[in-house]
């Protein structure tokens, strides 16, 4: 029954958003856009799998049985593309439906600090209203709540836990204002024991996120990327240090940017906890482009409609 349960709510989930699926569509080109991948045959369209170490597309059951195997599995997204968020609904779904105990979710998206709250609500101690003003969602992480909501849902309901990875945010301001060095020691003893600053391709990465976004001081890049490298060693050692203790098979919910190319959290979590891991990155574009074959193991091509834009056409 409890299953049944889910599936209603789900169905009536996808029923909506794939609404927001129509609105989407509506600003497409005429002649779908199409991604081409450094060294890999194309082109490849929105909707399509690419499994990025054979260039071949993958259908949606052949993703999930390849996932299925893995310790552990990163989903990324763009925080407002609604199409993302209705992928990861489906991705977890159909991986909860293979395993037969519940997977632990770890999510970007709640500190450290806010585990106590998300605990008592995932042991229904709490309302989702007293849940929601506990983790402060809408001062804190800002993005719609319904989003999210189907994934909480489904965990809550399937016993699973929700694990907080990420950094106080307020911690974390402060590094991008003022730097590692500038912290009190009960702050630094917040963040991961061991902040790496020295992946060269990372930090170019960085670099170049950096300027397409309103950060124009380059004398102060690097306390952007001090704080980057915070929330990145702090949700590696948070995740690697649970796997360790718990050995459960885990799926994380996080931006694309964190992931991409592995170097921010999955091959940091690596150095806590030698895990079998795949990354799976949901790519939006509307246009030409070129997809780097590191990008990830998966790459889900999307369209690139965001909430605001959806918003509009309604």
């Not at 709490?126 to 992480?141: A, N, P, S, Y």
């Not at 950060?215 to 102060?220: C, F, W």
Request: hydrophobic share 40%; net charge positive.
């Amino acid at each position: 029954m409890r299953n049944s349960g889910i599936t209603c709510r789900l169905m009536v989930y996808l029923s909506m958003i794939s609404l927001v699926a129509v609105g989407c569509s509506t600003m497409k080109p005429a002649i779908p856009p199409t991604a081409k991948l450094e060294m890999i045959s194309g082109p490849f369209q929105i909707g399509q799998i690419i499994n990025m170490e054979t260039g071949k597309t993958v259908l949606f059951d052949e993703l999930i049985y390849q996932l299925e195997t893995k310790d552990l599995v990163f989903i990324g997204e763009s925080h407002d593309n609604p199409e993302h968020h209705l992928i990861q609904v489906q991705i977890l779904q159909a991986l909860m439906a293979r395993h037969d105990l519940p997977l632990t979710i770890a999510m970007e998206f709640f500190q450290t600090s806010q585990q106590q709250v998300l605990d008592q609500y995932m042991e229904g101690a709490v309302t989702e209203e007293m849940f929601l003003k506990g983790v402060g969602w809408r001062k804190g992480w800002g993005f719609d709540y319904h989003f999210y909501r189907p994934l909480i849902v489904m965990a809550r309901e399937r016993g699973s836990r929700i694990l907080a990875i990420n950094a106080p945010r307020d911690i974390a301001r402060k590094v991008a204002r003022s730097g590692l060095s500038d912290l009190e020691p009960k702050e630094r003893k917040e963040l991961a024991s061991d902040i790496d600053l020295k992946n060269k391709s990372h930090r170019a990465y960085l670099r170049e996120a950096y300027k397409k976004h309103s950060h124009r001081d380059l004398k102060r890049f690097d306390y952007f990327y001090q704080a980057q490298c915070v929330w990145e060693d702090t949700m590696a050692e948070n995740i690697g240090t649970y796997l360790v203790k718990e050995k459960r098979k885990m799926v994380v919910f996080t931006g694309n940017g964190h992931i991409i190319k592995k170097f921010g959290i999955p091959d940091r979590t690596l150095k806590h906890a030698q895990v079998d891991l795949a990354t799976v990155i949901l790519f939006p574009f509307t246009g030409q482009l070129k997809i780097e074959k590191e990008t990830a193991d998966y790459v889900w091509i999307t369209g690139g409609c965001s909430r605001h834009k959806f918003l509009e056409k309604i």
